[in-house]
């Protein structure tokens, strides 16, 4: 083999490589663009969970407070009585 078909060989070798490493490059920015699609959901439905626990929360206290409060009217009612 010649110098010229040598050099015409890896220069072949080496475009290949080339165009495969884009590739793998291309492949690589799509996933990471995926996981941080996926992981700005997952933060999404994370606040959605905590502000829907939070909800929860209040109506429980809420609810709490009005029990009291009718277990007290009831209370008076019956001292009244």
Do not use: P, Y
Request: proline content about 0%; hydrophobic content about 40%.
């Amino acid at each position: 083999m010649t110098t010229r078909q040598d050099t015409a060989l890896i220069a072949g070798q080496l475009a290949e490589l080339t165009r495969t490493v884009e590739d793998m490059a291309s492949q690589l920015k799509a996933l990471r663009e995926r996981a941080d699609t996926q992981q700005a959901r997952a933060d999404s439905q994370q606040e959605r969970t905590e502000t829907q626990q939070e909800r929860i929360d209040l109506a429980a206290r809420e609810l709490a407070d009005v029990s009291d409060r009718l277990q007290a009217a009831a209370n008076a009612l019956r001292d009244s009585i």
